[in-house]
């Protein structure tokens, strides 16, 4: 058996403009002072958790406290419902999106998993709010760590779990950015990039790229080449 392993912000939900505006509110109003540029490309760990602890030890010149971090995150989810009470078009799939997962539920021989950044109360409300629906789908989040290497791989150890699969030959993962490209490649996972973010990549890919769902039979087709022997 196969697996298809997909992120969540900027893959299947458009929102990693408004999820940094978020997050640099949140921090900020955890810890009293400016709003934080929560852009994931300065960060080491390019999680919701890493983001939020690096925030705070720049800040702060200290670790942060577990009560902090538990804070920001509520915050960060009061801030996605109070723009969901005021502004829901904000949020939106991926065009294609949930069309693409509905065919992955079906595609033979293979399971679907999320491994994602965020954290889970953080990516359910934008996966239901952008009109997707994921509930019985395994996924890892920042709430199981702060590395999206790790986040990965337990994404694909509850894989195993729910197929009941001790192995998976196979994994492919879609991501929209760079630290998905690094993460596949070091963990031996066949990369297929979703999204402009990737497109301006200075180096050749050697992956399949598509810039949403529109084209699924395109997208479909590179699921199947990632996941050939």
């Not at 996972?189 to 790229?209: M, S, T, V």
Request: glycine share 8%.
């Amino acid at each position: 058996m196969n697996l298809v392993m997909l992120d969540v912000d900027g893959t299947l939900t458009q929102s990693y403009d408004y999820d940094r505006e978020i997050f640099g509110l949140a921090i900020a109003e955890v810890l009293n002072c400016p709003p934080v540029d929560a852009d994931l490309n300065g960060y080491v760990d390019k999680t919701s958790l890493g983001v939020t602890r690096e925030a705070i030890q720049r800040i702060t010149g200290r670790n942060p406290e577990a009560k902090e971090i538990e804070e920001v995150k509520r915050r960060v989810l009061w801030h996605l419902e109070r723009m969901y009470k005021e502004s829901p078009e904000v949020f939106s799939e991926v065009p294609g999106a949930r069309g693409f997962v509905e065919r992955l539920r079906k595609l033979e021989g293979a399971g679907v998993a999320i491994a994602t950044g965020c954290w889970r109360s953080e990516a359910v409300f934008k996966l239901r709010a952008s009109g997707l629906n994921v509930d019985d789908i395994p996924m890892a989040s920042s709430d199981d760590d702060r590395n999206r290497m790790r986040i990965m791989e337990m994404a694909v150890g509850r894989a195993q779990d729910l197929y009941a699969s001790p192995v998976f030959e196979r994994v492919a993962y879609l991501g929209d950015g760079p630290w998905d490209v690094e993460a596949s490649h070091l963990l031996g996972y066949n990369f297929i990039g979703i999204g402009p973010r990737l497109q301006g990549l200075k180096e050749p890919r050697n992956f399949g790229w598509h810039q949403d769902f529109l084209e699924i039979e395109a997208v479909l087709a590179s699921v199947t080449a990632a996941l050939k022997p």
